[in-house]
């Protein structure tokens, strides 16, 4: 895997090219990816929330979605370049802070130990494991009843050309979560997010027909209970420990 500078760069390099450098560049597998990724959260999972921090919130399209669910407080970090966006296209929404932080880094660890709830969207497998192993450290210092939010490509078979990708390191969700448990953070509970990827916005490409498809068969994936998810969201917790 690539080092911690050279993933930085990757990513400032997708930041000089476009404003949404942490989303698809197609509208229509952009909007799928939101509407799946979102409706795998639920208002009570927020309910009697105070405060989230959102690590690796990108340019803080997803932090916005999420603050319309809750009344909490929010904190979203990432790299400067996209601290830089995130506060001018969110700068209406008093009830969201963002900070330029990248883990490794002490004023995250500072406020996840106040956190009721983190949100970590499609960051984990972009870090080095010297910085996953620093992150889930920062959470063995949270309150007891804080909860970890973390929805993550995670095939249950990783394909041989995403074993070489530099700028991620692909995890199953077995091997994060026995990450996790070896700290002391028991993963409580996996929800599938979407049984259907990008196989029509490949093959038929990025447009309104391709996302119809794929809402389509997404709903029939789900009436017919069939779960396969490439991505999941799995939720850990320091309840009863």
Known sequence: MWTEEKIRAYWQERADKSDNPCHYFNKWQDKFAEK?????LKKQDFEGVQKIVDIGCGVGDYTNKISQMTDAYMVGFDFPFNIAIAQKKYAHNPRITFRAGSVPDGSIA???KEADRIIITTVYNHLTDNAREALVGYFTAMKPSAKVYMLEYFPEK???F???LGYKNIETWKDAAERFRRRGLPLIEVRHVNYIDSFFFHHLGGNHFSYILTIALEKLCRTLHIKNSKYKLLIF???NI
Do not use: F, G, N, Y
């Open 158 to 160: 990783i394909p041989e």
């Open 110 to 112: 500072h406020e996840v």
């Open 162 to 164: 995403q074993r070489s």
């Open 36 to 40: 799946m990724r979102l409706a795998a």
């Open 237 to 239: 917790s320091k309840l």
